[in-house]
């Protein structure tokens, strides 16, 4: 029987992460702060990605304790999207998204020619703590995705490590802007989560690492000092958009109420680029042409099998994905620990019931 630690520990990337200085040039970060400001208001990534603290703390590698509200997770965090599936959402997007250095990052770092560029994102915070011990990224698997599957199977699927060879092989580059305060680094673990750490410390502007964040445990570190973290009136609902007083300037908003104005500077953008690649024109063609995709059914038969292989007496659930019962089955059965070692200069905060 495998423990939470060991499934953590089994957490190594395919290769080295790589970090990179002056990842866009002028132009593409103006682009991409253009498409910021032309989008929709955007959510927290809390109140974005789960629906409940067990969500939350399956996929960021905690233990689902008793008692622990999503509410203890409120921090002034927002993400959005600014291309998805290879399409771009803005004119100001797509020098990055389309980005030939960055595919050829992907390729590099794959040892493959066959890439497309995938995704694009952002999270964008005012200073605030981390309480994130470390966590991987949602993945991928041929057929199943965030669009079609639950955060928390998708995650548990990982931690099972029995869908390995059906997991999409992504890179991402990740890029922070982040040169207020020298707290507010990167912290990520390329040799497991039982490891040593490694870091990119703030201050950091345009710099960005190539990784394969799906297999590997990072995290934001806090940004700015404990004076500085929060912003009153921080609810679910609040959203983040341009300040429509100022041409350069942000603000964050809880229904009619502006809660907070901000400079560029005075807030950490992270932008998320995502390239999925192939091993080879007959991996690509297994993929798109859905040869040998997963499906619910088949995820679902395979845990199954599994857990009674580990003398876990459990009965076929009608609904397995609105069933809360097999669901907080999965979530305790492939559990997942965290990493055990810190940087000193930035510590984790965890929530306590
Ligand atoms: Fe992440």
New binding site residues.
């Given amino acids: 029987m495998i423990n939470p630690d060991q499934r953590a520990a089994a957490f190594i990337p395919s290769a080295p992460p790589v970090v990179m200085d002056d990842v866009y040039t002028p132009d593409q970060i103006d682009g991409l702060l253009d498409a910021v400001r032309a989008g929709p208001p955007r959510r927290l990534l809390t109140a974005e990605l789960f629906s409940s603290a067990e969500e939350l703390m399956i996929a960021t590698s905690g233990s689902v304790a008793e008692g622990v509200t999503l509410d203890q997770f409120l921090d002034p965090m927002f993400r959005g999207d600014l291309g998805q599936h290879g399409a771009s959402f803005h004119p100001g997007a797509d020098a990055v998204l389309y980005n030939e250095k960055l595919l050829n990052w992907a390729r590099r770092y794959r040892k493959t020619d066959y890439v497309c560029a995938r995704q694009l994102h952002f999270n964008v915070a005012s200073p605030m703590k981390c309480q994130d011990p470390g966590?991987?990224?949602s993945p991928s698997f041929r057929g199943l995705s965030h669009t079609n599957t639950p955060i928390w199977l998708l995650s548990v699927m990982a931690n099972s490590r029995l869908f390995e060879e059906y997991k999409s092989k992504l890179v991402a580059v990740?890029t922070w802007f982040w040169r207020t305060s020298d707290q507010g680094g990167f912290t990520y673990w390329p040799d497991g989560a039982d490891k040593a750490p490694q870091r990119i410390a703030a201050p950091l502007w345009n710099r960005g690492i190539v990784a394969e964040?799906e297999s590997m445990f990072?995290?934001?570190e806090s940004i700015g000092t404990p004076d500085q973290w929060g912003v009153p009136g921080l609810t679910f609902d609040s959203v983040f958009e341009g300040d429509p007083d100022s041409a350069s300037g942000w603000r964050m908003r809880s229904g009619d109420t502006v809660i907070g104005r901000f400079a560029t500077e005075e807030l950490r953008w992270l932008f998320?680029w995502t390239a999925l690649t192939f091993t080879d024109y007959q991996d690509f063609k297994r993929h798109v042409d859905h040869l040998d995709d997963l499906t619910h059914e088949r995820v679902i038969d395979t845990l199954l099998r599994d857990l009674r292989g580990q003398g876990i007496g459990i009965a076929t659930p009608s609904d397995p994905l609105h069933d809360e019962e097999f669901k907080m089955t999965l979530l305790r059965n492939y559990a997942i620990g965290s990493p055990k070692i810190y940087p000193p200069e930035a510590p984790v905060y965890r929530a306590a019931a």
């Fill in positions: 966590h991987y990224d990740v964040n990072h995290r934001g998320h």
